[in-house]
């Protein structure tokens, strides 16, 4: 099986039969998955149903029991310098002796391999990246002494230095204010018009209609997975989120007010 | 009613060691910033990542090495004692990254494991072959600085360099500086975030093992003829006093330097004064900086901080009322 764009490119990223366990415990069973290039896509599903494992999988991160994983036709591990990685803003440890541009800079890394330190190029698109999230002014500050927001923009000012062209993130909106919410929006968009894909963890189902073109239901299997405006409904929702009753209201409410196309 | 502190005599504790005696305590004061330096850019790395123990533990597991070393060569001789210790070593970082990874057992929780087991391993094999290991426990714990000047110095050709173990541990303190300098990014990010880190095709498994080991080869090479407690005291001192006073890494290991520097210097002569343990002084010294780094650092510094505070209320005082 292979998927391919009508161009005849191989796809930015597709799985096959991918499952994954923690200590023989599967938590993800049997993923295929293609994803075309230049979508927004976003992946819901409840707590624990392996949003964040399928993720960590996809860029080969984890060991995986069974199944493969390739971006843009070839093993993911081969094209890692394509990949770009926004983890959850909590994995790390904001009281590190690093600063903005410090962590910024890590986004050149994977390009400069071995024994090579990052030149001034580096450090320009560095700038620009940070000036793009609207946080320039802040690259000389100790990243202790910034806002939850303020965090993430600077974990995705480093995605973006990755210059990849498929990205993975891990609940960027996750506890942001409403200017960083809208920054992240513009920002996705904007790399979305230059043909990057990127998938994202999201929590909240209200929002995932409006943001994303395309929608992942995820619940260890794959639920559904199609454009936005054919996949988010309230069976298909129900049957990823399962009998929990605090959020099938919540989904009910959002399926009611779906006036939007 | 005399103290048991002995006077302090400037001409005995402050110019002898720095010209009479100093072909003997310029080696040791050498050494003590060797140890310091290797130990202590290592040890950043260790606290960064929250394994401050792995040093301990280290430290204390390569006694079962020791003992089969020298059952299995019958000598003292440095090299096998040496390649003894390291294999331990190694087999400690394994064994505490299996328990860790294939069980429940949390990693400090592994790390208490693995190092007690392996350390009382050593002492139950050193107690069996008794008659035939001539280990003394005290002596690998507790190895003496004031010695090492003794032996024989090295010299290639008619060039005197100086005592073995000063110029093993001088090697092996350049090193480190080197390695931390050609590895500077990937020590970093797989310290920082090692998903992230493996995500850029950063093996962060190699940087951990690879950071293990070269813990092993620093806290052997060192402890031999330092002891146990100066080369545990120093993984973890001068980089959590430097990490007080600067908030970025590469400042932070200049300072870890600054500090193993000055604890040598300053112990130094504390043990002369004390006629004490001066591998003992040393760590004092270097605690005293630590101390001296928590109420007077620019960020957090107890005392700074108050006096800011009053400075600020005093400031506020004159306006009076708004």
């Keep these: 099986m292979t998927s391919t764009q009508p161009s005849g490119d191989p796809v930015p990223l597709e799985i096959h039969d991918l499952t994954v366990a923690y200590q023989k415990k599967p938590v993800l069973w049997g993923v295929d998955l293609a994803v075309p290039a230049g979508k927004l896509v976003g992946i819901v599903g409840p707590n624990g149903a392996g949003k964040s494992t399928l993720i960590k999988a996809a860029m080969g991160l984890l060991p995986v029991s069974s199944g493969w994983v390739k971006a843009f036709g ?9 990949v770009g990685y926004v983890p959850q803003r909590e994995t790390v440890d904001w009281d590190f002796p690093v600063n903005v541009m410090d962590v910024v800079i890590m ?15 580096d450090r320009e698109i560095a700038r620009s990246c940070l000036d793009k999230v609207k946080m320039l002014a802040f690259a000389d500050r100790q990243i202790a002494n910034l806002s939850g927001g303020q965090q993430q923009r600077v974990f995705l000012a480093r995605a973006l230095a990755q210059e990849s062209d498929l990205y993975f993130m891990d609940e960027p909106f996750a506890g942001v204010d409403a200017a960083t919410e809208a920054a992240i929006i513009e920002l996705l968009h904007e790399l979305r018009s230059r043909g990057k894909t990127i998938l994202v963890v999201h929590h909240d189902l209200p929002t995932a209609r409006n943001y994303f073109d395309m929608l992942l239901l995820l619940n260890m299997r794959v639920v559904a997975f199609g454009p936005t405006s054919e996949v988010f409904t309230y069976e298909l929702l129900q049957r990823t989120y399962g009998g929990r009753l605090t959020i099938l209201s919540e989904v009910a409410e959002a399926v009611r007010q779906k006036g939007y196309k | 009613m005399t103290l048991p502190i002995p006077s302090f005599s400037i001409e005995r504790v402050i110019v002898a060691p720095w010209t009479s005696q100093l072909p003997q305590f310029g080696w040791i004061v050498l050494m003590g910033f060797f140890v310091g330096t290797a130990c202590g850019l290592v ?4 606290i960064l990542r929250r394994m401050a123990l792995m040093g301990d533990a280290i430290s204390h597991s390569v006694l079962p090495g020791l003992a089969l070393a020298f059952l299995a060569t019958g000598s003292r001789g440095s090299g096998a004692m040496f390649l003894g210790a390291l294999a331990a070593a190694v087999v400690t970082t394994v064994a ?13 929780a592994a790390i208490g494991i693995v190092f007690s087991s392996l350390f009382a391993l050593g002492v139950v094999l050193i107690s069996v072959f008794a008659d035939k290991v001539d280990l003394d426990q005290d002596c690998v714990l507790n190895g003496e600085l004031a010695l090492i000047a003794l032996p024989p110095p090295i010299s290639i050709g008619s060039l005197m360099l100086g005592p073995p173990a000063v110029i093993r541990m001088g090697v092996v303190a350049t090193l480190t500086v080197l390695l931390v300098l050609v590895f500077y990014k990937e020590l970093l990010v797989s310290a920082f975030d090692s998903i992230l880190a493996s995500s850029l095709g950063i093996r962060s498994g190699v940087v951990h093992y690879g950071l293990m080991g070269w813990l092993s080869i620093v806290v052997v090479s060192a402890f031999e003829s330092v002891g146990a407690i100066l080369v545990v005291a120093m993984l973890i001192l001068p980089g959590a006093t430097a990490s007080l006073v600067s908030r970025r890494l590469p400042r932070v290991m200049g300072l870890t330097v600054l500090h193993a520097a000055i604890s040598a210097v300053l112990g130094m002569h504390l043990g002369v004064w004390l006629d004490c343990s001066l591998a003992g002084a040393i760590v004092v010294a ?3 900086l630590f101390v001296m780094a928590w109420l007077f650092n620019p960020y957090s510094g107890l005392l700074t901080v108050r006096w800011r505070h009053a400075e600020a209320a005093e400031l506020r005082e004159p306006t009076g009322e708004p």
């Design chain 1, 74 to 82: 070839r093993p993911v591990s081969e094209e890692l310098t394509r």
């Design chain 1, 107 to 121: 986004g050149r890394y994977g390009r400069l391999g071995l024994f090579r330190r990052p030149k001034s190029a």
């Design chain 2, 43 to 46: 040890g950043n790395y260790l």
């Design chain 2, 96 to 108: 505490i990254e299996m328990v860790h990874r294939n069980s429940r057992v949390k990693q400090d």
């Design chain 2, 286 to 288: 270097g605690a005293g």
